[in-house]
């Protein structure tokens, strides 16, 4: 019996130091070498979760570029961009996307649950501080403990190809999806199923660090919400979302382009823009930073007074962005 | 509590000790330690359903002891179809009632009858199908005199609640783990390092082959209409990888687990994808199931003995009935029946005793004939596992139809062709393993015990850390299913 327990000990112990000095090592060496590093040309950066990544064309935005990525929470967010700034000091905006559904708990999940870890811990392990490691520890330490071996495995995959993240972290998603028919049937369901609870303190609170984050930079950062169907089914924590940007968010300005026009064809699903709808708000985004919309003190009005004038021009059959 | 977690990781040391150390030298505290442990393994499932097993055990448990008392034949009768009836009626409500009730209701309404039946919203218990055959087969046993009835409750308890088995089998047998459990158990450091070099590779052929596997099968099962014959095959020859090494690498564990603690289980896998024909390939899958099918339900009705005509349909009962088993669908019927019919040949020509051996033993390479048997039977039951993932009969039917198009021959697409190759090549390297130690209980049963222990040691450590680095997405075991 003690032959057995002290092999068995002796053998655990050497795979354990193995797999815990793998783990500290690769994750030391992607955090010192590995390149994030954007176009220098472009300044301004859009990061989020998947309606930003589906939404901004970066590439018909110009001297813009998208790292938004699906399924991915401030927490992620917050990590990615600490790496960012530190490679690209070219950046002079960044616009975060800002949607009803971060503000709910459901970002708790997306930031800690099995599946969410699975996906985007491994990429963003070598930069998560201790803080944000005790975090995701305390909510679900089988998780993390049971993803430790993929992010070794991924780091040993992006040192191999050259310790190049920049297209791993994100970037715009074309979708070629078309379901204007399910949307109200999809969201019929969603509305017998969804109803607020409550606030995900964490998510707010890893957006407030990109802010400050961003600011500390001296970086402009402006929070964004991009085009919705009205049929989403997180529209109805409205007046929640509303609360929660005029008490945390009042000194960050909010660009809202909720209520652009578009039709059912220019949706993926109720949420996400598919190609089309994303050409269409792009263009138009681009439009208002030609026209300075950014320099503007009356933003809202502004934004507001163009989706207007964009509406009327669809409805007389024109084309909605006037020629230049 | 998956064997694949951190929870079992810490609990399995703590029974492990208290065993081994608390108990030690007396028989009751042994059998005690274990069924505490049992007991709370499954609470870490549901705690509610504790109540449903204990009712189960229970129940068999004074079955049993009245059927052994019963001054006659009808009172023994009664005692037997009473425990029948209600094992079987928890079967029948907790897994079948709905479906039951959903086909009643189509089958009304190809009629042009609407009927809304009523449908209960409950969970399946856990382990369901496992412990209420243990229990099954406890009862059957006494009733044919084969056996006494336990009447220590404690160790009656822990034959149908061992938690190595409790969840996934193997399905055990009183006349197998009943006379180990009566008896008090010394440590055998053969016996725990057998243990945990057969865990080790269950773990690795679970968390490396079968969720790596189980990631492109699901995606492609799940999303079937979106892609070419090419990748659907691919993806049924993914499942095929995928539920061996769930469920085998599961039962793996099972048996070294059970092994630490001093008792055998019955092997449930013989390295199946190796085998000849259907008839051997049922003598090495899911031993402990098709057994009992065998012996409590094809045997008694008269097995092949009273006919050809019985022995067919014998055959396909078994089959229907092994499928059925698996799930309330009507895909796990099309699966049995299917496999009804491959097997059928060799009933009818009675060759289905043909390959009792183990295929190239003693040589490294199988002879050409062997090869394509191997082939040929490994391709039919990939075919029939089409069904038995495939989430309805239409489904199935509109795979299998892309398959066979002209689709079959554009190159296969993925998502993350980099992580599909390594995949395939991963689950190469596993089955070369495989058929390396195919002459053993299971792959590395034997590996390196004539080494130098550094070696020896040296290997085990690069498994760990395969298992460490290679771990795929996690899956729940496919077999909690059932």
């Not at chain 1, 699906?70 to 616009?95: G, M, P, R």
């Not at chain 1, 109720?270 to 050409?279: I, K, T």
């Not at chain 2, 390479?365 to 009969?393: G, N, V």
């Amino acid at each position: 019996m003690k032959r057995f327990l002290y092999r068995l000990t002796f053998i655990a112990g050497m795979a354990l130091v193995l797999m815990a000095s793998s783990f500290l090592f690769t994750n030391q060496f992607i955090g010192k070498h590995a390149k994030i590093e954007l176009d220098k040309s472009k300044s301004m950066l859009v990061i989020g979760h998947s309606h930003s990544e589906c939404a901004f064309n970066d590439s018909l935005i110009v001297n813009s570029s998208n790292i938004s990525s699906s399924a991915e929470s401030y927490f992620y967010n917050y990590y990615k961009i600490l790496a960012i700034l530190k490679q690209n000091k070219q950046l002079k905006t960044v616009f975060i996307g800002f949607s009803n559904n971060q503000v709910d708990e459901v970002m708790d999940d997306w930031t800690w649950d099995d599946r969410h870890l699975q996906n985007k811990y491994k990429t963003y392990a070598p930069f998560i501080d201790l803080e944000g490691t005790k975090l995701l520890y305390t909510k679900n330490p089988n998780g993390l403990i049971g993803n430790f071996g993929a992010s070794v495995f991924h780091n040993l995959y992006v040192i191999a190809s050259g310790s190049n993240l920049t297209k791993k972290i994100g970037g715009y998603l074309s979708l070629v999806m078309t379901r204007p028919d399910t949307i109200p049937v999809k969201e019929q369901k969603g509305k017998e199923q969804y109803s607020f609870k409550k606030t995900s303190a964490v998510n707010l609170h890893y957006l407030k660090a990109i802010i400050n984050k961003c600011k500390a930079e001296n970086i402009n950062v402006y929070l964004v919400r991009s085009p919705l169907h009205k049929e989403w089914k997180y529209l109805r924590n409205e007046q929640v979302f509303q609360r929660v940007l005029r008490k945390e968010f009042s000194a960050t300005e909010f660009l809202d382009f909720k209520d652009f026009p578009l039709a059912d064809s220019d949706f993926a699903d109720s949420e996400h823009l598919n190609f089309r709808g994303a050409r269409k708000f792009s263009l138009f985004f681009n439009r208002l930073l030609d026209e300075k919309m950014l320099l503007r003190a009356d933003k809202e009005e502004f934004i507001k007074a163009e989706i207007l004038k964009v509406s009327e021009r669809i409805a007389n059959g024109a084309d909605f962005l006037p020629p230049r | 509590m998956l064997f694949n977690s951190i929870s079992f990781a810490f609990f399995l040391p703590v029974v492990f000790v208290f065993y081994w150390f608390a108990a030690k030298n007396n028989l009751k505290r042994q059998n005690i330690v274990l069924l505490v442990a049992s007991y709370f393994f499954y609470s870490c499932w549901d705690w509610r359903f504790l109540f449903l097993l204990v009712f189960s055990t229970l129940l068999d448990y004074y079955t049993g002891i009245k059927m052994s008392e019963a001054k006659t034949q009808k009172i023994k009768k009664f005692w037997f179809w009473l425990s029948i009836l209600v094992n079987i009626g928890f079967l029948a409500v907790f897994k079948y009632y709905n479906f039951f009730a959903s086909s009643f209701a189509e089958a009304l309404s190809q009629l042009g009858i609407n009927f809304s039946p009523w449908t209960l919203s409950i969970i399946l218990p856990i382990g369901i199908s496992f412990y209420t055959f243990h229990g099954l087969s406890y009862v059957i046993d006494i009733y044919k005199d084969k056996i006494k009835p336990e009447r220590n409750f404690i160790d009656y308890s822990l034959f149908v609640s061992f938690f190595p088995l409790l969840v996934a089998g193997p399905i055990e047998r009183a006349t197998h783990l009943l006379p180990q459990i009566k008896k008090k158990r010394d440590f055998s450091y053969v016996k725990a390092t057998d243990g945990m070099r057969q865990i080790l590779w269950g773990l690795f052929k679970k968390i490396v082959i079968a969720d790596h596997c189980a990631t492109f099968a699901n995606l492609i099962f799940n999303n079937h209409t979106l892609f070419p014959g090419s990748t659907l095959a691919l993806g049924a020859l993914f499942f095929t990888f995928q539920i061996y090494c769930d469920f085998s690498g599961y039962s793996d564990i099972a048996l070294g687990t059970a092994r630490l603690f001093g008792i055998d289980l019955l092997r449930n896998f013989a390295f199946p994808y190796f085998s000849r024909d259907i008839a051997e390939f049922w003598r090495r899958w899911h031993i402990s199931l098709s057994s009992w099918f065998k012996d409590y339900l094809y045997i008694p009705l008269g097995g092949s003995r009273r006919g050809m005509g019985i022995a067919i349909r014998n055959t396909f009962i078994i089959f229907i009935v092994s499928g059925f088993w698996h799930g309330a669908n009507w895909t796990f019927i099309a699966w049995g029946f299917l496999n009804a019919i491959f097997i059928l040949p060799s009933v009818l020509f009675k060759t289905n005793r043909n390959h009792l051996d183990i295929v190239a033993a003693g040589s490294l390479m199988p002879s050409f004939k062997d090869i394509l048997s191997i082939m040929l039977t490994f391709a039919l039951t990939t075919f029939a596992w089409i069904f038995f993932r495939a989430e309805s009969l239409n489904v199935a039917f509109d795979y299998i139809s892309e398959i066979f198009s002209r689709s079959i021959f554009t190159v296969p697409q993925f998502p993350d062709r980099n992580i599909a190759m390594l995949t395939l090549l991963l689950t190469f390297i596993f089955f070369t393993v495989e058929w390396i130690g195919r002459e053993q209980q299971y792959a590395i049963a034997s590996m390196g015990l004539k080494w130098p222990r550094a070696m020896r040691w040296f290997a085990y450590l690069l498994i760990a850390l395969g298992i460490f680095l290679f771990k795929g997405d996690e899956q729940v075991f496919i077999y909690f299913n059932f």
